[in-house]
C-alpha cells in the first residue's frame, strides 16, 4: 500500500492494546472484530477516531479552544493517513422527548418548509377550506345579527405587544375616538394615559357602537371600513355585542375561523415546529403527552377488597370520615368491605374513584351513643390525591402521589404536539402530524404522489423540497427501518436503530473521503433487512469514504473487504492482531475464521422437550400497539426465543405486556400493561426478572462490583485487617461514598467533572487522588499488597485469583466470569460499559442469586457486543437456569441462539401496520416448516449448514 491510500497505526497502547501496529486499507469497507473485551473499541474509539477528534480540535483558533480545554492524545506512536472522522455509536443519539425520527433526520424541517409553502387553511370545526372575507360580507354578517342587538365595532390595534403606548393614545384622541379596550377591559382614554412598559397589551380601539336597526347598514359599512384600516395588519375587525349573549365574533379580510377566532396569518416553518410556542400545543407544550392520575394504578389488584386495601390512596379501613362515607356507597350499590374489587359494580367504582359529583350518599355517623344520618357528597381518591399532590409541603408525600401519574395521550392535541390552528392546515388533504404517523413507505408513496395533486405554483415551490424529503425517506428504508414513523419519538428507539438513523442521515449528506467509525450497527436487524444495512455501508464505501466497523455479524463479515480479528483472549489476554485480511485468506489460527469457515459451530447438547401443556403461561387478546388480538403459549421450565423483523411486535408483547403484568402480580409494579384479555399459569412462578440493556449507572460513581454486591464483601473484608482493626475503620470507611476515607478533592469519584457548555460534559482524572478515590491513609490498608483502590483496578479475572479464599466474594466474580465479563475492571464506571456488558452484569447478579426454580428471565438481545465464542459462553449460562426448572425468554435475532430454543414465537409478517399477528409457535423443528415465517427460512439454512 502507498501512503496515500493506507491509514497506518503504529504502537497502539490504548487500554490493553499490545502496542501493535497495522495498516487499515482507504476507501473501503473494513470489519474489526475479536471475543468481547479483546480491544475493538480501543482500536477504533479510542485510538483512531479519538485521535481524528483531536486533530480537528487542534484545527480550531485558540480563543474557541479554551471553552475546550485540551483533548489528551491517545497512547500511540504514530497514526498517519487519517481522514476526517465522524463516530455514529450507539450513545450519541438525542433521548430528548422533544426529538423524534423527523426532526433526527432533518425530513421534519423540510415537511414544516412544505406546509407552510403549500399548505391550505381549514375550518377545524366544519372542515371547509377558508376563503379571504371581503368588507361587505364582514358587514352583512354582523348585520344578520338579530334586530335591537347593541355592538361595538372594534380594530386590533396591538397584539400582546410590549410598550406603554402613550403617543398611540395622544393620537387617537386628537382624532376624535374616546374608547379602547385594553387586555379585555374597556377603558376611557385621557390626556397623559399610559400603559405599564414591560407587559405585554392588547390594544383595540373602539370605532363606533350602535344597535342593529335596518337604517344603520351604510353607518356600519363605513365603520367596519374605518376599523379595517385602523388595524394592526390591514386585515380584521372585532365585533363585540353587549347586554346580549351573543357570543363575541372576529372576523378577518384575509381568514377567519368560524368561531370568530383567527388562523396564522403568515404560515412560516415554526408554525409547524412542536419544539416553538408558535406551533407547539399550549397544554403539553409540545410533548403531545401530559402527566395524569390513573386510576389503573390507583387499583393494582382488582382480586382485593376495600378491607384488604384495593385502592391504595386510602389504604385499610380505619377510624376517617371517608369510611363512614365508603360504607354509605357501599350500602346504596349493595355491596361490602370485603367484597373483591372486581365485583364491585362499575358505576359503585367509578364514583370511589372519579367521586360521586352533585349526587349524595346518606352517612351514619355516631355521637354519645345516638346514630345520626347527614347527606354527603364524596370526591373520590383521584381529587384525594391531587389535593395532596398540590397541596402538601411534604416532597415524600408528593412523590407518594405522582407514583400514581402515567403518562397520558395530550386531550388537547392527541398526542400530535401541534396546535389545533397548525393542523387546520392540509398538504393533499392530510396534515402534517397524520403525514408524519405514516409507516415510512406509505410517507414516500404521499410525496412520490404529491405533485399531481398540487397547483402549477404550488409544483414550482415543493419540487426543490420534495427532492430532499423522498432521498431521505429512501434512505431511512434503505437500512432496514421502514416499519419507523417519522413522529415516532426517540426514546423508544434501540442503539441499534437510532444507529441507522443516524447512518442514513451520513447517507443524505453524501461527503466523501471520510471515515466513519461505526459501533454494531446491525444490532435488532432481522437476517431478511442484513442485507439493506450492508448496501447501505458499501455505498458510503463507493463515495469515496472509508467506513470502519466494529461487528460480530457473519453476514457483515463475510461482505468486508477486510477484517481485522483482534485476541486470542479478552482484556490482558487480548489486545493484539491475530489476522487480518479478506475472509478466505485469513490465518487458521484465528477462531473468528473458524467460525466463519463452519469449522467451529455454536450449538448445546440437547434434546427436544416435550410440552406439558399444565405447565403453560398463556396470554390471551394482546392488542398493544401493532399486536392484532394474539393468544400466545410460553412453555415453563424453557428457553423461548421470541422472533420476528424488526417492527413486528417483539417489544410489545413481552417488555410492554407480559413483564408489566407479571410486574404488578409478584411486586405490585405501577407499570402500565397494553391491553390484553387474561392470562394463566401464573400460579407455576414465583418471580420475574427484566435484564434489560438500560445502564448500570449513569455516574462514574456506579461500576460492575457495586451494582453486584461483590463490594460490600470487599469492604467488609478489609475493614477485618489488622491494620484497619488497629485504626478503628468500619466498613464505611471503605466507601467512596460517604465522608471519611475517600478523597474530599473528587468526593470518591476519582474524576471532576467538567462542563463544556454546547458540548457533552467530560471528565478528568482527579489531582489530588489521581484517579484512586480514597485518600492517603485509606490506602495504607493493604492485603497482599494491595489497596481497596488496586482491587477496584483489578479485572474480574485477576479478582477471583486474589479473593480465592473468600467464597462469598468468590461466588459472584466466577458468575461474572461465567457470562464472559472477566475482562472488565471491578471498578470500571458505567458510563464506559456497553449495553451488551450492563446486561450480562445484570445477568450475574441473578446468577449469584439462590435460586428457587420457578423464575422467568426475560432477556432483550443479550448477545449485543458478543462474539461467536461468547455467545457460546452465554448459551451455556441460559442452559443452566433452564436445567434448574427455570424459564428464559429472549427477545433475539441471532440464529445461534434461536436454533437452539427449546420453543420459538415468531412474530410478523412485516413491521409497523403489517406486523403484530402470531406466525408461528413451536420448537425450531416446527418453524422451519413454515414457509410464511421469514426466521423460519434463515433458519432452515442456518440449521443445513450447521448439521452439514
Same mark, same amino acid.
Given at each position: ?154 380594530? @386590533? ?182 367484597? @373483591? ?150 426514546? /423508544? ?369 443479550? /448477545? ?85
Amino acid at each position: 500500500m502507498t501512503a496515500f491510500n493506507k491509514i497506518s497505526i503504529r504502537g497502539a497502547r490504548v487500554h490493553n492494546l499490545k502496542n501493535i501496529s497495522l495498516d487499515i486499507p482507504r476507501n473501503k469497507f473494513v470489519v474489526i472484530t475479536g471475543i468481547s473485551g479483546s480491544g475493538k473499541s480501543s482500536l477504533a474509539f479510542d485510538t483512531i477516531y479519538a485521535e481524528g477528534q483531536r486533530r480537528f480540535m487542534e484545527t480550531l483558533s485558540a480563543y474557541a479552544r479554551q471553552y475546550i480545554g485540551n483533548i489528551e492524545r491517545p497512547d500511540v506512536d504514530l497514526i498517519e493517513g487519517l481522514s476526517p472522522v465522524i463516530s455514529i455509536d450507539q450513545k450519541s443519539t438525542s433521548r430528548s422527548p422533544r426529538s423524534t425520527v423527523g426532526t433526527i433526520t432533518e425530513i421534519h424541517d423540510f415537511i414544516r418548509l412544505l406546509f407552510a409553502k403549500a399548505g391550505r387553511l381549514h375550518d377545524p370545526k366544519t372542515g371547509r377550506e377558508l376563503q379571504k372575507q371581503s368588507e361587505d360580507s364582514i358587514a352583512n354578517a354582523i348585520f344578520s345579527l338579530p334586530e335591537g342587538t347593541k355592538v361595538q365595532i372594534l380594530s @386590533p390595534l396591538v397584539t400582546g405587544r410590549k410598550g406603554h403606548y402613550r403617543e398611540l393614545f395622544e393620537k387617537l384622541l386628537q382624532k376624535g375616538f374616546l374608547r379602547v379596550r385594553i387586555d379585555g377591559e374597556f377603558r376611557e382614554m385621557e390626556k397623559g394615559m399610559q400603559l405599564e412598559r414591560y407587559k405585554s397589551h392588547t390594544v383595540e380601539l373602539v370605532v363606533d357602537r350602535l344597535v342593529i336597526q335596518p337604517d344603520i347598514k351604510e353607518r356600519l359599512k363605513q365603520s367596519v371600513t374605518l376599523a379595517i384600516g385602523m388595524s394592526e395588519h390591514k386585515s380584521a375587525v372585532i365585533c363585540v355585542p353587549f347586554e346580549s349573549e351573543t357570543p363575541e365574533q372576529f372576523y378577518s379580510t384575509k381568514y377567519a375561523f368560524s368561531d370568530g377566532t383567527v388562523p396564522l396569518d403568515t404560515l412560516a416553518p415554526n408554525n409547524f415546529s412542536f419544539n416553538s410556542p408558535y406551533g407547539a400545543c399550549p397544554t403539553c407544550n409540545g410533548l403531545g403527552e401530559i402527566r395524569k392520575l390513573s386510576a389503573e394504578l390507583m387499583v393494582p389488584d382488582k382480586t382485593l377488597s376495600l378491607n384488604q386495601g384495593a385502592i391504595e390512596p386510602f389504604g385499610k379501613p380505619g377510624k376517617r370520615n371517608l369510611w363512614q362515607v365508603v360504607k354509605a356507597i357501599a350500602k346504596r350499590y349493595n355491596f361490602t368491605l370485603d367484597t @373483591p374489587a372486581q365485583k364491585i359494580p362499575d358505576e359503585a367504582l367509578n364514583i370511589l374513584l372519579n367521586g360521586s359529583g352533585k349526587a349524595s350518599f346518606d352517612v351514619t355517623y355516631s355521637y354519645a351513643g345516638k346514630d345520626y344520618i347527614y347527606p354527603q357528597g364524596f370526591n373520590g381518591a383521584i381529587a384525594y390525591v391531587e389535593e395532596l399532590q398540590k397541596n402538601s409541603s411534604s416532597s415524600k408525600i408528593r412523590e407518594w402521589a405522582e407514583s400514581f401519574m402515567t403518562k397520558q395521550l395530550c386531550p388537547e392535541c392527541g398526542g400530535s404536539r401541534l396546535r389545533k390552528e397548525s393542523l387546520s392546515i392540509t398538504v393533499n388533504e392530510r396534515n402534517i402530524h397524520e403525514v408524519e404517523s405514516l409507516p415510512l413507505p406509505a410517507t414516500l408513496d404521499f410525496f412520490h404522489d404529491l405533485p399531481v395533486r398540487l397547483t402549477e405554483k404550488e409544483r414550482m415551490i415543493a419540487t426543490p423540497i420534495l427532492h430532499e424529503i423522498t432521498k431521505r425517506l429512501e434512505f431511512l428504508l434503505n437500512v432496514g427501518l421502514g416499519y419507523l414513523t417519522l413522529s415516532r419519538s426517540s426514546q /423508544t428507539l434501540s442503539g441499534g436503530e437510532a444507529q441507522r438513523i443516524r447512518l442514513a442521515s451520513q447517507l443524505g449528506s453524501q461527503l466523501s473521503g471520510v471515515l466513519y467509525v461505526l459501533d454494531e450497527p446491525s444490532i435488532g436487524l432481522h437476517q431478511r433487512d442484513n442485507h439493506k444495512l450492508i448496501d447501505s455501508l458499501q455505498n458510503l464505501r463507493d463515495i469515496g469514504n472509508t467506513v470502519l466497523v466494529v461487528e460480530h455479524d457473519k453476514d457483515t463479515m463475510l461482505m468486508a473487504d477486510e477484517i481485522i480479528d483482534l485476541g486470542p483472549g479478552a482484556g490482558e489476554h487480548g489486545g493484539e492482531v491475530v489476522a487480518q485480511g479478506h475472509v478466505s485468506t485469513l490465518d487458521e489460527h484465528s477462531i473468528t475464521a473458524s467460525y466463519l469457515r463452519g469449522e467451529q459451530k455454536v450449538r448445546t447438547e440437547k434434546t427436544e422437550k416435550k410440552i406439558r401443556e399444565s405447565n403453560v403461561l398463556s396470554l390471551k387478546g394482546c392488542r398493544g400497539n401493532n399486536l392484532k388480538n394474539i393468544d400466545v403459549r410460553f412453555p415453563l421450565g424453557t428457553f423461548i426465543c421470541i422472533t420476528g423483523v424488526s417492527g413486528s411486535g417483539k417489544s410489545t408483547l413481552i417488555n410492554e405486556t407480559l413483564y408489566p403484568i407479571l410486574a404488578r402480580h409478584f411486586y405490585r409494579s405501577k407499570l402500565l400493561t397494553h391491553p390484553y384479555d387474561s392470562i394463566d399459569g401464573l400460579k407455576h412462578i414465583d418471580k420475574v426478572v427484566n435484564v434489560d440493556q438500560s445502564p448500570i449507572g449513569r455516574t462514574p460513581r456506579s461500576n460492575p462490583a457495586t451494582y453486584t454486591g461483590a463490594f460490600t464483601f470487599i469492604r467488609e473484608f478489609f475493614a477485618r485487617l489488622p491494620e484497619a482493626q488497629i485504626r478503628g475503620y468500619k466498613p464505611g470507611r471503605f466507601s467512596f461514598n460517604v465522608k471519611g476515607g475517600r478523597c474530599e478533592t473528587c468526593q470518591g469519584a476519582g474524576t471532576k467533572k467538567i462542563e463544556m457548555n454546547f458540548l457533552p460534559d467530560v471528565y478528568v482524572q482527579c489531582d489530588t487522588c489521581k484517579g484512586k478515590r480514597y485518600n492517603r491513609e485509606t490506602l495504607q490498608v493493604k492485603y497482599k499488597g494491595k489497596s481497596i483502590s488496586d482491587v477496584l483496578d483489578m479485572t474480574v479475572e485477576e479478582a477471583g485469583e486474589f479473593f480465592t479464599d473468600f467464597p462469598r466474594i468468590q461466588r459472584i466474580l466466577s458468575t461474572m466470569q461465567s457470562v464472559g465479563l472477566g475482562y472488565i475492571k471491578l471498578g470500571q464506571p458505567s458510563p464506559l460499559l456497553s449495553g451488551g456488558e450492563a446486561q450480562r452484569i445484570k445477568l450475574s447478579a441473578e446468577l449469584a442469586k439462590v435460586q428457587t426454580g420457578k423464575t422467568l428471565y426475560i432477556l432483550d438481545e443479550p /448477545t449485543t457486543g458478543l462474539h461467536f465464542q461468547d455467545i457460546q459462553h452465554l448459551l451455556d449460562v441460559l442452559q443452566r437456569l433452564v436445567n434448574k426448572g427455570n424459564t428464559v425468554i429472549v427477545i433475539e435475532h441471532n440464529l445461534d441462539i434461536i436454533k437452539n430454543a427449546d420453543w420459538i414465537v415468531d412474530l410478523g409478517p412485516e413491521g409497523g401496520d403489517d406486523g403484530g399477528t402470531l406466525i408461528a409457535e413451536g420448537p425450531p423443528s416446527q418453524i422451519i416448516e413454515r414457509p410464511d415465517s421469514y426466521t423460519g427460512r434463515f433458519l432452515a439454512e442456518e440449521m443445513n449448514v450447521t448439521d452439514n
